[in-house]
Nanobody, 113 residues
């Protein structure tokens, strides 16, 4: 099972990025896929998650980020708008279904002021 995160980059404050998490080897459409981030010197924190019929967001990104899934492509997305310098971090996707819990590699997001 592999989760491949991509789409990070350098953007100015107020800009947008869309992260992708491509899943291979297993489907998480009946489970949960989440995005987490880790800034330098800080602990990894929850950003957003999607599960059947529901999405959940951290307060810090609510109204700015949108998580979605295209099950036919087995790909999950994190649309990030109105980016702030404090959103700078390495972003990771994670898939959980029953006893299975997989992390993808990170993708760097840097927001300049």
């Amino acid at each position: 099972v592999q989760l491949q995160a991509s789409g990070g980059g350098l953007v100015q404050a107020g800009g947008s990025l869309r992260l992708s998490c491509a899943v291979s080897g297993r489907t998480f459409s009946a489970g949960t896929v989440g995005w987490f981030r880790q800034a330098p010197g800080k602990e990894r924190e929850f950003v957003a998650a999607i599960m059947p019929g529901r999405t959940v967001y951290a307060d810090s990104v609510k109204g700015r980020f949108t998580i979605s899934a295209v099950n036919a492509e087995n790909t999950h997305y994190l649309q990030m708008n109105s980016l702030k310098p404090e959103d700078t971090a390495v972003y990771y996707c994670r898939g959980v279904r029953g006893p299975y819990d997989y992390w993808g590699q990170g993708t760097q997001v840097t927001v300049s002021s």
